[in-house]
């Protein structure tokens, strides 16, 4: 039996998970909602080994996340679906078949980058629940993330930013993605699918023919000609804001960055690439590069344990500005 929600698209921020929102949102028995990231936000920080029962903080908790309204449903109407739940997930579950009637379909899932980070909370709440993880090349997730953050969004809030801006992007796809990864194989492949941003652009109505196979709903082809009568051709909008068709080459990795620049990543996220069959774009990596990335490795993983350990004591956890 069919159940909301019915789906996560996650992966690494600049990957391509906008693209596939908008091909499953267009599937006629599938809406996909866009980032509203208070499933977890909700709950806090504390460890959970089952789905609490609902309370009244929680469902304030929830409606009242900042991205919550990205919904599109009300304070008044959530509230009352919250009146006839009895634990959070069956209440998070009705929210997302009312997302879904609200668009005249029958299954809702949720497209939010960082659940990447939280599929073994969201499989807890909603064992039935597929997960959908597209992975894109981190290199030229690198180039699309160099343009996009800054110190005060994403990898940006960084201090190591502002001298070595590849290096935590490098550091920062190895942890997205691979916290994914890590989950998947504990779980196994039969709620977990991995998408190759590079295979969905190229053959995309191959791909998605696939996707919904997994997914257990008959292909359709709105899902391929998603952008159809939503092109927007103002001068200087991305891709994404024009809602271009899918197509290759957006970006190349091979044309922007240098040997130093590549032998670097492959020092810090080359075992990741090669895991997900991508080639190395270096000849080979230095000692003096080794090093190097040997300490921006340890730098990071201190940081993340120094930012889990202040979220379990309701510190603030925002990265660290300092590196040494």
Known sequence: ??????????????????????????????????????????????????????????????VGYRRFPRLGISKDTAEQIARGARTYGEFVG??????????????????????????PLLHRLFPWAKIVHIIRDGRDVALSTLEWANENKG????????TEPLAVCALWWRWQVGAGRAWARE???????????????????RVLRDLADFLGLPFAQEMVEFHVGK???????????????????????????SANDLELFDALAGDLLTDLGYDL?????????????TRYRRWWDAEQARRKLSRAYGRDASPDRSFT
């Open 155 to 162: 990898p940006g809030r960084y201090e190591l930013w502002r």
């Open 231 to 257: 092109v927007r051709d103002e001068p200087g909008l991305s891709a994404k804001e024009a809602w271009l068709p899918t197509m290759s080459g957006l970006r190349d990795w091979r044309k922007k960055f």
């Open 1 to 62: 039996m069919q159940r909301n929600p019915f789906v996560f698209v996650v992966g690494c921020p600049r990957s391509g998970t906008t693209l596939l929102q908008r091909m499953l949102d267009n599937h006629p028995g599938l809406a996909v909602a866009n980032d509203t990231h208070f499933i977890p936000r909700a709950l806090g920080t504390g460890a959970m080994a089952e789905d609490p029962l609902l309370s009244d903080d929680l469902v304030q908790a929830a």
């Open 187 to 205: 779980i196994g492949q039969d709620v977990y699918r991995e998408v190759i941003y590079e295979d969905l652009v190229a053959q995309p109505e």
């Open 94 to 119: 009705r929210l997302y078949s009312e997302f879904a009637r609200m668009h005249g379909k029958p299954l809702g899932g949720e497209k939010t980058l960082d659940y990447v980070r939280y599929l």
């Open 281 to 293: 774009g270096s000849g080979g990596i230095s000692p003096e590069t080794t090093d190097k990335a």
